[in-house]
């Protein structure tokens, strides 16, 4: 009689610890591939990296984006996000503005002569470069903070 006793706790501990178990990793592994496709002002986006599931979803999605931006830092070990993006075209009006979700950042804009600007603890650097005549601009910001 104690043997049954002992072994139906045993398995209802058992039972609720699977369950647990079960339920963190399914929502771990949802979570960690999901990447939204954003807008701002009718410019589509996409930003995430941070861990295998994530840079495996953005590459997927790169050849949909023709400017990408690889965001890092040497003062982090590891992916970073929470960098201020803001594209500007020729004229100076900002097409984009939004913070990344990680290292990689895509926008899908036409081609034409583009100003990025990437802030990230307080230091912000300056790319101007010409998206004619290629079908994907990259470009890297590597920051020392």
């Known amino acids: 009689m104690r043997i049954r006793r002992a072994m139906k706790g045993f398995d209802l ?15 771990s592994f949802s979570f960690a591939a999901e990447i ?14 941070m861990n ?25 070990d590891g992916p ?8 500007k075209d020729l004229a100076g009006n900002v097409v984009l503005e ?13 081609g034409g002569r583009y100003t990025v600007e990437a802030s990230y603890n307080g230091q912000t650097l300056t790319e ?3 998206l004619t005549g290629r079908r994907y601009l990259r470009l890297r910001f590597k920051f020392t903070q």
């Open 13 to 27: 501990k058992f039972n609720k610890i699977t369950a647990v178990l079960i339920c963190f990793l399914f929502s």
């Open 36 to 49: 939204e496709i954003l807008k701002y002002r009718g410019v589509q986006y996409v930003s995430g990296g």
């Open 52 to 76: 295998d599931a994530e840079r495996k979803r953005m590459d997927d999605l790169a050849s949909r984006f023709p400017m990408h931006l690889v965001l890092t830092s040497t003062a982090v």
């Open 80 to 87: 970073i996000a929470g960098v201020l993006v803001t594209v």
């Open 98 to 110: 939004s913070e990344s979700r990680g290292p990689l950042f895509f926008v899908e804009v036409v």
């Open 128 to 130: 101007t470069k010409d």
